[in-house]
């Protein structure tokens, strides 16, 4: 349900409510005008096509940042920044629908997963040893 409030925000779908016609023959989302022809992928197949090149355009960019020690304070602070950039985010997206320049086809992903990923296991620093008896 997330990702139809957020295809709905960005404009992508429209409510059956919003449309002309009988509501009983109508799907409960469709694409917006302006996304005729498009197809609404499930995230994991979006996520697949967007990584499956290297970012090396101009106006492409990225980032990542991993490792160990993070504590579920910090992981729920950058959860907080993540939600907040992504706002931001769409709120450029929807100023910009006003430009009368040209438009590209563009995407972003923000994400946060506790993961220990394969590659960084052997530089994992050694667990500190429980403190002992005095």
Not at 14 to 42: D, I, K, M, T
Not at 50 to 69: D, K, P, R
Not at 101 to 119: D, I, M, S, T, Y
Request: glycine residues 6%; charged residues 25%.
């Amino acid at each position: 349900m997330q990702y139809l409030i957020r295809l709905d925000r960005l404009k992508v779908i429209e409510p059956a409510a919003r449309q002309p016609g009988p509501p009983a023959r109508q799907p409960p989302f469709q694409l917006a005008p302006g996304w005729a022809g498009a197809e609404v992928h499930s995230p994991e197949s979006c996520c697949s096509e967007f990584f499956a090149s290297a970012f090396a355009g101009t106006l492409e960019e990225f980032f990542f940042h991993g490792g160990y020690g993070w504590t579920d304070e910090a992981l729920t602070q950058i959860k907080r920044a993540l939600r907040a950039a992504s706002r931001e985010c769409a709120e450029i997206i929807e100023r910009d629908r006003t430009s009368t320049q040209p438009k590209n086809g563009a995407a972003f992903v923000l994400a946060l997963r506790p993961l220990e990923l394969q590659r960084l296991r052997s530089i994992r620093p050694a667990s500190p040893a429980p403190p002992g008896p005095k």
